[in-house]
């Protein structure tokens, strides 16, 4: 059974910077990736990366944003630079274990960009 636990969110200032994490056990996953859904807004993707390594982001976040994994770990983390109040939402990891086409979702973690 797949479960994910993720980490991270909070309070940051506009400017700031946030790091959320995401850990995944029982499965090897060939893409792990991070949407959100903010007030008043539809879910979007945030960043997705695949096993070896590339990476595509939401043109909102590009040059803010970083996405990376540490597969020994099976972890997926976001870097969150220069923050805005728009990025103010809950983000959730998700991710596709190697050979399947079930995509496994956290159960969200909020993030409040505010002064």
Request: a positive charge; one cysteine or more.
């Amino acid at each position: 059974q797949v479960q994910l636990v993720e980490s991270g969110g909070g309070l940051v200032q506009p400017g700031g910077s946030l790091r959320l994490s995401c850990s995944g056990s029982g499965s090897i996953f060939s893409r792990m990736g991070w949407h959100r859904q903010a007030p008043g807004k539809q879910r979007e993707l945030v960043a997705t990366i695949f096993t070896g390594g590339s990476t595509s982001y939401a043109d909102s976040v590009k040059g803010r944003f970083t996405i990376s994994r540490d597969n020994g770990k099976n972890t997926v983390y976001l870097q969150m630079n220069s923050v805005r109040p728009e990025d103010t939402a809950v983000y959730y990891c998700n991710v596709l274990p190697v050979g399947t086409l079930k995509v496994y979702w956290g159960q969200g973690i909020q993030v409040i960009v505010s002064s």
